[in-house]
């Protein structure tokens, strides 16, 4: 017979994890963006950042960002991970290749496309041998922002699919062949099979990609820094602007509350769109 204690003895390592790594360092960013080094209560630095020319721009170049890299990355790891899930032969391999960018960090992943759009880099090279340009074109230079933005979404697909694969894959792995056989002994086809009986039990899996994939891009720096230095503001470059170069913490408080709040209303709406029915499998 097991204490009546036991449940919250287990739970209390992840309790004190969650307080001491997430609680405590929010109280801290809320008290900084909130009040004064006197201590006193204000809505200033939220105002300073609100009236700052560069604001609506990262959190235009922010938004357009979580648009044009998060829905094509949940279509693409949905195709592969239905590829992967259908093999009889080196599923291993692949899924093993396909997977190697997570181990590279935000970081490097910046770096090696910088490596390829640079005036020296790779795809200046190519085109410069194949004979399409006499000079090296500066793709990355400030008068190219499209260019920027374009090889951004291409670093963080790269990068970033590999964790939506995972997910998905395990999902699919959840989900019973009797359903998927059992609609095709009543003649549906393929495309009817993968809508009507693989994507409404990946629901779950989905959510949980979904929602950590937007998370993740809002807070999206190290790419974009390697990528386009200040040509491209976002709202995590500011809040290392804020903090480091203009020493200025509130403010960086005030920008790191913000992307929390956005943070936490798309998973609302994440968690409401894509609702799991009680009793579904997880």
Excluded at 61 to 83: D, R
Excluded at 187 to 211: D, E, H, N, Y
Excluded at 244 to 266: F, G, H, M, Q
Aim: a neutral charge; proline letters at 4%; glycine letters at 6%.
């Amino acid at each position: 017979m097991y204490p009546k204690s036991l449940p919250y003895l287990l739970l209390l390592p992840a309790t004190l994890f969650l307080v001491l790594f997430f609680l405590y360092p929010f109280t801290l960013v809320a008290w900084q963006a909130f009040t004064t080094d006197t201590g006193d209560f204000t809505g200033e630095f939220f105002q300073e950042m609100a009236t700052h020319w560069k604001f609506n721009t990262a959190m235009l170049n922010t938004f357009l960002l979580v648009l044009a890299v998060v829905p094509f990355q949940m279509v693409l790891a949905l195709y592969m991970a239905t590829l992967v899930n259908g093999m009889t032969r080196g599923r291993d391999f692949i899924l093993y290749i396909w997977t190697i960018p997570l181990g590279i960090s935000d970081l490097a992943a910046g770096l090696i496309w910088l490596a390829i759009f640079e005036q020296s880099g790779f795809l200046n090279s190519m085109l410069h041998g194949l004979g399409v340009i006499e000079q090296p074109v500066g793709f990355l230079g400030y008068q190219n922002k499209g260019t920027i933005f374009l090889a951004i979404v291409l670093a963080e697909t790269w990068r970033a699919t590999a964790i939506v694969l995972v997910i998905l894959v395990s999902g699919m792995g959840l989900i019973p062949k009797e359903y998927a056989e059992a609609a095709e002994v009543f003649g549906a086809s393929r495309w009817q099979r993968f809508i009507r009986v693989t994507l409404p039990m990946l629901k779950p899996s989905l959510q949980t990609a979904m929602i950590l994939r937007v998370i993740l891009a809002f807070e999206v720096f190290a790419v974009v820094v390697a990528l386009g230095g200040t040509n491209l503001p976002v709202l995590m470059s500011e809040v290392f602007t804020w903090q480091y170069e203009l020493r200025d913490a509130n403010v960086a408080a005030a920008y790191a509350l913000v992307i929390l709040a956005i943070s936490i209303a798309c998973t609302l709406v994440i968690m409401w769109a894509l609702r799991v029915p009680k009793g579904a499998r997880v």
